[in-house]
């Protein structure tokens, strides 16, 4: 589960970038090479197919998404109990 939310942030995100051009230049300045980063940019690949892709998995790891807020299931668990 926790997972599967962890893609659907992903895919947010992305959705969230719109434009090819916007998503080329958020993944590079997320480290990925230029050309690596427009081709994935204009991919026909559709939202959640790249959201569990190799390209944002890598990108967008679970340290960017922990220092964005993002507390697991298990994390708010062993904190609650």
């Known amino acids: 589960m926790d997972g ?5 942030l992903r895919y947010c995100i992305w959705h969230h970038w719109k434009k ?5 230049k958020n993944l590079i300045r997320l480290g990925i090479p ?6 994935w940019a204009y ?4 939202g959640w ?3 569990c892709s190799p390209i944002l998995i890598t990108t967008i790891t679970l340290g960017r998404l922990k220092s ?3 507390v697991s299931f298990l994390e ?6």
Request: no cysteine; proline share 3%; glycine share 6%.
């Open 68 to 70: 964005r807020g993002y």
């Open 20 to 24: 090819p051009r916007r998503r080329a």
């Open 49 to 51: 197919a790249v959201s």
């Open 4 to 8: 599967w939310v962890r893609n659907r």
């Open 76 to 81: 708010y668990y062993l904190d609650k109990r």
């Open 43 to 46: 991919s026909r690949m559709g």
């Open 34 to 39: 230029n050309e690596m980063a427009w081709q």
